[in-house]
């Protein structure tokens, strides 16, 4: 007797929540929802301020090189270590580093390497386009990733504000 | 035999040839195109943008499909039937092919207007489930075996609510004709069968129920337990690869052309135009042609509403589904056509 009467219930039910069921579809199918699809080669996504692509060396607009210093801190922090850095011993008042390679294929994004870096040289730049077909192709020389890295943006001149004040 | 009845019977099967071949290219088409529809529509619903690579719009992309299939190889698993293997998917297909014979298109566009013509569609479009147990039996494999005796079970269930639907239109039109009953829904769209006032509430009852009981036959969604990817790979048709899977997937969705077809012309007056003005009143080439489109119109809303219905709706279990058929569907049904054969006998205006 029980059971007979779930099974009513269940067709009573089935009258209001399938045309609720088809209503909710309906409304996504005529225009409520924009399309969440990128058609990405021709639509670039919008990457979040702080996204976490190939670690680079931006180029200081001033000097036309990077500012690494060669301390190899981020060599040291990386946990994959995957970054080689050499200083350059030739001008012991101009410290720039000889090699700097990174073997991307191990990388895993972490950011330590930017984040011990003392002169702020090392960056997350918003490259994601890695893909390529060797493996020798995957360690990024100093070259690659000064063009990979861009330019620095114009210094927020933050050590003047407190003399004004 | 002289020259001339020769002649005369080699016209006859020229014409049947050509017949048969403009009804197949006509499925095709529609086949290919309804494919498109349905990713279309299910993208749109799940905020994706569907198909939109190959050609304009994307109106390539089931022609590329289909010449995809054509390439591929042709596999028979090593532990299966061969010769049953390869005999399934034309046991499925060409049922859902010959269902076609009496589908009236349009006014006097039938390719053989039957006197039995529901009688035909009911008998022939229950042969495919043989081509569905014979390709889950001949392909050696758990799952097909599997999705192929819940097909059974499931298309025999829902043969009786479908035939039980079927006899409603039948019984209140007096005629088993398909032509007899479009024609018997002439006028406005209120002289329909589903709207007629005079049989309320038996036809609209026939109407859900064939309604329902067709989306388990033509095995989509909401019925697809044959089927259900989650459970059994792809149920009866796992093993199946190349032309013999573009068969299967060509007769399913020929099906569901078939079963908008037949709703149309049960019970939304076929190819009548829904106000007598838009096309009634003309004679000849011209009723055809623009019968022809009412009909396309009608068939293609109810198609697009099935594409609607899947996306929407979940897979039921196969208990529930069981449930449905025997503990509703069927016991309504029977009442229903109680309800229509007094009614028919006793108080229907001659």
Not at chain 1, 98 to 125: H, Q
Not at chain 2, 78 to 95: E, H, K, M, Q, S
Not at chain 2, 265 to 270: A, D, E, I, S
Not at chain 2, 320 to 335: D, E, S, T, Y
């Amino acid at each position: 007797m029980k059971k007979k009467s779930t099974i009513l219930k269940d067709i009573a039910n089935s009258f209001v929540s399938i045309p609720k069921g088809l209503w909710v579809t309906l409304v996504n199918w005529s225009i409520a929802r924009p399309c969440v699809t990128e058609l990405y080669p021709e639509q670039r996504p919008e990457l979040p301020e702080n996204y976490r692509g190939l670690p680079a060396l931006p180029v200081d607009p001033k000097t036309g090189r990077s500012r690494c210093i060669g301390c190899g801190a981020c060599a040291r922090m990386c946990p994959e270590h995957i970054i080689t850095v050499e200083l350059d011993k030739t001008d012991p008042k101009d410290r720039k580093p000889a090699v700097f390679e990174i073997d991307i294929s191990r990388c895993m994004w972490c950011g330590l390497c930017t984040e011990v870096c003392p002169t702020n040289c090392l960056v997350m730049s918003k490259n994601f386009e890695l893909a390529c077909r060797t493996r020798e192709q995957m360690i990024y020389t100093l070259q690659d990733l000064m063009r990979l890295g861009g330019e620095f943006p114009p210094e927020p001149e933050t050590e003047e504000e407190p003399k004004e004040t | 035999m002289d020259l001339q009845s020769l002649m005369q019977l080699g016209l006859e099967i020229g014409k049947i040839v050509l017949i048969a071949a403009v009804v197949l290219v006509f499925m095709l088409v529609a086949v290919l195109y309804m494919v498109l529809k349905l990713r279309w529509v299910i993208a749109r619903i799940q905020s994706r943008l569907g198909p939109n690579r190959t050609g304009p719009w994307g109106v390539l992309q089931t022609v590329a499909d289909a010449l995809k299939l054509f390439q591929k190889e042709d596999v028979i698993p090593c532990g299966a039937d061969r010769w049953l293997f390869t005999l399934a998917p034309a046991l499925v297909f060409i049922p859902a092919y010959m269902v076609y014979v009496v589908v009236p298109f349009g006014h006097g566009l039938t390719a053989r207007s039957l006197s039995v013509g529901v009688m035909y569609i009911s008998a022939i479009s229950s042969i495919g489930v043989i081509g569905i147990v014979v390709a889950g039996w001949a392909s050696n494999n758990k799952w097909s075996l599997l999705g192929a005796f819940r097909g059974a079970s499931q298309l025999i269930a829902y043969e009786v609510p479908i035939i039980l639907a079927l006899v409603v239109p039948v019984l209140v039109s007096q005629s088993m004709d398909l032509n007899a009953i479009v024609s018997g829904q002439v006028g406005n769209f209120w002289n329909w069968n589903l709207f007629h006032v005079t049989g309320w509430p038996m036809l609209p009852v026939a109407f859900l129920m064939l309604l329902v009981a067709g989306f388990a036959e033509i095995n989509v969604v909401p019925f697809d337990i044959m089927e259900a990817e989650s459970e059994l790979v792809a149920g009866f048709n796992t093993e199946y690869s190349g032309m013999k899977f573009a068969l299967f997937f060509l007769a399913e969705f020929a099906a569901s052309f078939t079963l908008s077809a037949i709703i149309v012309t049960l019970f939304l007056g076929g190819y009548q135009p829904p106000l007598h003005i838009l096309g009634g009143q003309l004679t000849g080439l011209a009723l055809s042609a623009v019968s022809l489109c009412w009909f396309m119109a009608k068939c293609w809303l109810l198609v697009v509403f099935i594409m609607w219905v899947r996306s929407t709706l979940p897979r039921v279990r196969v208990d529930q589904l069981m449930n449905l058929a025997w503990k509703v569907l069927i016991p309504v049904g029977l009442g229903n056509l109680l309800l229509t054969g007094a009614y028919v006998t006793f108080w229907m205006p001659k």
